[in-house]
């Protein structure tokens, strides 16, 4: 539970360093609950399971309004020429969707829709108990996640304004970030709509049936800590390696598990919303900036490979 104290001391944020021509923005939030009935949700301990899985959803999007301001929610979408790409982002071990609020809301403020589910096992206050091995259920989750956020946008105008159905894009922390890898990257789930994808403090674990980099797969940009005492560093270290590219790897030097604190929260944020917009919104200035946004003397270094091989 470290991690979740960790993420629900961030504070709000306000207008970023370096202004974008389509932000910052006021943030919207709506909740949701989605009940995806084509599979069921495994018995746990006590728990004998259910028929279905539940995925309550937080969703934040850029609305009108004080940018510096708190989330409001059910805000006027803000008005825009073009629609915001989705984010899928996928919780760690024992936290939800909305504990990463703080950090999400950051990513709304820079002009994206945020979905953030709560995974019905791997969840704190699960029933039965928090069941680590029920990622392999969840980017079929992130991916359930997707069709009703995309339907959502069909069936209301409000939102069919702001929500693109062509750029999306797969983010995660820890057990997040194993799920992320597994519908951005491997063959047993892979989501061919996922344009981009950041897991952050991730690892390479195993999925049914599946490989990873065996087809061709979205740009990848791993964030992750070298005094990560949960999931060592090497494990991003190696996935790198693996991975084709277009590829990004940031090293947050003396960052723990759960980095998302000063030092390292702000240029975080700014590199892999650079990241984010270049391959989200065809922003070739932002993947320019990639490089001194993430190469921070002291608090973070950056690797990367942008080449157009391997890109879908």
């Known amino acids: ?16 360093a370096k202004q974008r021509q389509d932000g910052p923005y006021a943030v919207g939030e709506r909740s949701y609950t989605f009940v995806d009935k084509s599979r069921p949700t495994d018995p746990n301990g006590s728990y004998p399971g259910a028929p279905s ?4 959803t937080l969703l934040l999007y850029p609305a009108k309004g ?9 805000a006027r979408p803000a008005r825009t020429q073009r629609a915001f790409p989705l984010i899928v982002f996928s919780h760690g071990f024992t936290a939800t969707g909305p504990v990463y609020r703080p950090l999400l809301e950051r990513y ?3 002009g994206y829709v945020v979905a953030a589910p709560t995974f019905p096992l791997s969840s704190g206050g699960a029933p039965g108990g928090s069941k680590l091995g029920d990622y392999v259920n969840q980017p079929a989750d992130v991916s359930y996640v997707i069709d009703r ?14 929500i693109s159905r062509y750029r999306i894009g797969a983010a995660g922390h820890s057990l997040g970030a194993i799920t992320t890898f597994g519908v951005a990257t491997n ?8 344009d981009a994808a950041v897991p952050f403090s991730g690892i390479l674990l195993p999925f049914p049936n599946g490989t990873f980099f065996s087809e061709p797969t979205p740009p990848l940009m791993l964030v992750h800590g070298d005094e990560d005492g949960t999931v060592p560093y ?14 990004a790897f940031m090293t947050l030097l003396g960052a723990p598990h759960t980095p998302f604190l000063a030092p390292w929260l702000d240029p975080t944020v700014r590199a892999t919303t650079d ?10 200035k932002a993947l320019k900036r990639l490089s001194k946004d993430g190469n921070v003397p002291g608090v973070a270094s950056l690797q990367q490979d942008l080449s157009p091989r391997g890109k879908k």
């Not at 004080?66 to 059910?74: E, K, L, Q, R």
């Not at 956020?149 to 702001?162: E, S």
Request: net charge positive; aromatic share 6%.
């Open 1 to 16: 539970m470290a991690a979740v104290a960790a993420i629900a001391a961030l504070a709000p944020a306000g207008a970023s």
């Open 53 to 56: 899985r539940t995925l309550p």
């Open 66 to 74: 004080a940018p510096n301001g708190p989330s409001v929610p059910n």
């Open 108 to 110: 709304a403020r820079e």
């Open 149 to 162: 956020v995309l339907r959502l946008r069909r069936n209301h105008r409000a939102l069919r304004q702001i």
């Open 187 to 194: 063959s047993c789930c892979l989501d061919r709509r996922i």
């Open 234 to 247: 090497v494990f991003s270290v190696n996935a790198y390696k693996q991975a084709p590219a277009p590829k």
């Open 275 to 284: 990241f984010l917009d270049g391959f989200l919104k065809g922003d070739i």
